[in-house]
């Protein structure tokens, strides 16, 4: 017997994922561990219509304009730290600092 049931689209699994905070989380930290700026502001964007509905409901969670948004996050945009950390607020994630797995140089040498 032949399943003619369509399967679930990439787009709705994958908002699925992004909708659990946890998930969403290794999601961004993978695409900032890449060093690409743009990648991590696709990626916020993603994230954002997974877990509020869009920019629109974001820029209303943040008290940062559509605009604001649009632009902080567009390919030419360099968002601030301060609305970094509101979109990530509305995620309910912030911004961490952790140590390299791999060898760093030692700072503190002489």
Same mark, same amino acid.
């Given at each position: ?11 709705? =699994?994958?908002? %699925? ?20 700026? %743009? ?8 994230? *954002?219509? *997974? ?9 209303? =969670? ?5 605009? *604001? ?15 970094? =950390?509101?979109?990530?607020? *509305? ?12 060898? =760093? ?6």
């Amino acid at each position: 017997m032949v399943n003619n049931q369509a399967s679930v689209s990439f787009d709705e =699994t994958s908002k %699925e994922l992004l909708s659990d905070p946890e998930c969403a989380a290794l999601y961004l930290e993978e695409c900032l561990e890449d060093g690409d700026i %743009e990648l991590f502001k696709l990626a916020l964007k993603h994230v *954002a219509d *997974a877990q509020v509905g869009g920019m629109t409901k974001l820029s209303q =969670t943040t008290d940062l304009t559509r605009e *604001a948004l649009y632009r902080s996050l567009s390919k030419q945009g360099n968002p601030r730290l301060d609305t970094l =950390t509101k979109v990530l607020d *509305a995620f309910g994630l912030r911004i961490g600092i952790s140590v390299k797995s791999h060898s =760093t140089p030692d700072i503190h040498a002489n």
